[in-house]
């Protein structure tokens, strides 16, 4: 009996590891992202994310990427190379999931562009400011993760502010990483460069935005005070002098 067991045993182990090596070696023999860079701007409350993919085939012609979650592919459409199908397919392996790209070339770069849809990206929620002006900020967060078993060889995520406010922040930033603010076909942009980005690994970016006619309403009344203030300085000894003199 302790015998069957022990084979049963061993039989379990040498499946999975068999399993595990096919999977490796998947992984291994995929299609790659040499960099990849999605680009987020705004349809009314939704959220168009415009991906711009850099790859380098297998021997099939494949490449993965990964899946945006709570986003569908709305087109999909070659800036190198030639898509054997209109459509990329859903592929899963255990508990990761990512589109599969099949190009006509064998071994060879590729780069190809994506849109996706994604319904209320934009809704956002109030920015965690305390008491900071201005008082209607609002944050727009993004998180984007790496659903394929390999690496991206390098990342890049962009925020549009909508039009009618105005970027306050990106949200943590520090001018010591690789933050980004550019202008773009009238949008502002903040962004990051994430860099290589393991596979499972969650890449985040936020914006802080505000209205425009209240922030420069704020503007203006601090304009109004610091003016009066200097007014007042400038002019104290006359303040201090009797009416009657």
Do not use: H
Not at 11 to 29: E, I, K, M, R
Not at 187 to 193: K, M, N, V
């Amino acid at each position: 009996m302790n015998k069957i067991k022990k084979l049963s045993y061993i039989s379990y182990l040498c499946l999975f590891v068999s399993l595990a090596a096919v999977q490796t070696s998947y992984a291994g023999d995929a299609g790659k992202v040499v960099s990849m860079e999605d680009r987020i701007t705004p349809d009314g409350q939704d959220g168009i994310i415009t991906q711009t993919i850099n790859a380098k085939t297998n021997e099939s012609g494949e490449v993965i990427f990964p899946i945006w979650k709570d986003a569908a592919i709305e087109s999909i459409k070659t800036i190198s190379g030639n898509l054997t199908a209109e459509e990329v397919t859903e592929k899963t392996d255990g508990d990761q999931s990512y589109y599969l790209a099949v190009f006509a070339e064998k071994e060879k770069e590729v780069s190809f562009q994506v849109v996706l849809r994604g319904e209320g990206f934009y809704e956002g929620e109030a920015a965690d400011l305390g008491d900071t002006y201005p008082g209607n900020a609002k944050e727009l967060s993004f998180k984007a993760k790496n659903t394929t078993p390999i690496s991206i060889g390098s990342y890049q995520m962009k925020i549009a502010v909508p039009k009618g406010k105005e970027l306050l922040n990106i949200v943590d930033y520090s001018d010591k990483k690789p933050f980004t603010i550019t202008s773009e076909d009238e949008y502002t942009f903040g962004g990051f460069d994430f860099g290589k980005v393991s596979p499972g690994k969650e890449s985040k970016l936020a914006i802080n935005v505000f209205d425009k006619k209240s922030g420069s309403s704020v503007f203006l009344w601090i304009i109004i005070i610091l003016l009066s203030a200097g007014f007042m300085y400038r002019n104290l000894d006359l303040l201090k002098k009797p009416v009657n003199e």
